[in-house]
Nanobody, 124 residues
Framework: QVQLVESGGGLVQAGGSLRLSCAASGRTFGRNGMGWFRQAPGKEREFVAAISWTGRTTSYADSVKGRFTISRDNTKNTMYLQMNSLQPEDTAVYYC?????????????????WGQGTQVTVSS
């Protein structure tokens, strides 16, 4: 089992930045591919970014490419999402997720463990 706890969400103006953190505990963190997903009100959950367990491989949704950066520090059992140039359409609950494989990309079905989510609200 892997337990995940997100933090760092909040209210920010358009053009601002936030950094989300996902603290993991339980089984060895470093061997899990990880990802960030988000869900806006009335919409389905969507992929944001993913990272391999070594951190060498990453992928991003087109909507956040160039603005968001995913990273991880396996010594701290923590994954991050640096979000810059935030826009109102980025408003959502952001979830971190862990897979049992090296890298699971954008397919949410490949992720076995999920955090409770953290709210990000971007005002115009």
């Amino acid at each position: 089992q892997v337990q995940l706890v997100e933090s760092g969400g909040g209210l920010v103006q358009a053009g601002g930045s936030l950094r989300l953190s996902c603290a993991a505990s339980g089984r060895t963190f470093g061997r899990n591919g990880m990802g960030w997903f988000r869900q806006a009100p009335g919409k389905e959950r969507e992929f944001v970014a993913a990272i391999s367990w070594t951190g060498r491989t990453t992928s991003y949704a087109d909507s956040v490419k160039g603005r968001f950066t995913i990273s991880r520090d396996n010594t701290k059992n923590t994954m991050y999402l640096q979000m810059n140039s935030l826009q109102p359409e980025d408003t959502a609950v952001y979830y971190c997720a862990a897979a049992r494989t090296y890298f699971s990309g954008s397919n949410s079905d490949q992720y076995d463990y999920w955090g409770q989510g953290t709210q990000v609200t971007v005002s115009s």
